[in-house]
T-cell receptor
Framework: AQKITQTQPGMFVQEKEAVTLDCTYDTSDPSYGLFWYKQPSSGEMIFLIYQGSYDQQNATEGRYSLNFQKARKSANLVISASQLGDSAMYFCAMREKGYDGGFKTIFGAGTRLFVKA | DTAVSQTPKYLVTQMGNDKSIKCEQN?????MYWYKQDSKKFLKIMFS???????INETVPNRFSPKSPDKAHLNLHINSLELGDSAVYFCASSLTTGGYGYTFGSGTRLTVV
């Protein structure tokens, strides 16, 4: 079963508009963490935002915010005021405790975002 | 100063060869990882080491052997390379096994011909 699901393989957004990238997750670990990463065409993985499962408030980092709905097991990324430089692949990831007690971070399949001028 | 550095950035080699990719982090992190990103951009964890000790070993062919001489280094050696090994390999590190401060290297694009 998929642990991290990103249902949008590709998304288009007009420059300066907001866009939401979907992510749902599945875990039985009560103490987990959720991440979003950006991968531009140059290939590097850039950390964007983190949300802990016990955090009461939604995480925000500049133009990025994480819409955390725990009961629905969703952790959508909202990018406000899109810029051309936001065009990239975006990965949702989850850190959870593995069967051996160690932690594992697993990634979704990614969403490719295209920002139109 | 690059936090997590991988070498080489590009590697083109013939089938059957043995090659290594090196990774070093200067963040003082305890945990290091190798991920493989396939042509569809899917990232899959291969190995994780914590303080030189192997803690995650996913279902990876035993042609892949990680080596961690110290907690700042995690190298990946691949024997008898196959066409299907072509991918981008990312090294990453985190403060602890809990994944805090997760930082990726810039990736190594391996092409097997």
């Amino acid at each position: 079963a998929q642990k991290i699901t990103q249902t949008q393989p590709g998304m288009f957004v007009q420059e300066k508009e907001a866009v939401t990238l979907d992510c749902t997750y599945d875990t039985s670990d009560p103490s987990y963490g959720l991440f979003w990463y950006k991968q531009p065409s140059s290939g590097e993985m850039i950390f964007l935002i983190y949300q802990g499962s016990y955090d009461q408030q939604n995480a925000t980092e500049g133009r990025y915010s994480l819409n955390f709905q725990k009961a629905r097991k969703s952790a959508n990324l909202v990018i406000s005021a899109s810029q051309l430089g936001d065009s990239a692949m975006y990965f949702c990831a989850m850190r959870e405790k593995g069967y051996d007690g160690g932690f594992k971070t697993i990634f979704g399949a990614g969403t490719r975002l295209f920002v139109k001028a | 100063d690059t936090a997590v550095s991988q070498t080489p950035k590009y590697l083109v080699t013939q089938m059957g060869n043995d090659k290594s990719i090196k990774c070093e982090q200067n963040l003082g992190h305890d945990t290091m990882y190798w991920y493989k990103q396939d042509s569809k951009k899917f990232l899959k964890i291969m190995f994780s080491y914590n303080n030189k000790e192997l803690i995650i070993n996913e279902t990876v062919p035993n042609r892949f052997s990680p080596k961690s001489p110290d907690k700042a280094h995690l190298n990946l050696h691949i024997n008898s390379l196959e066409l299907g090994d072509s991918a981008v390999y990312f090294c990453a590190s985190s403060l602890t096994t809990g994944g805090y401060g997760y930082t990726f290297g810039s990736g190594t694009r391996l092409t097997v011909v």
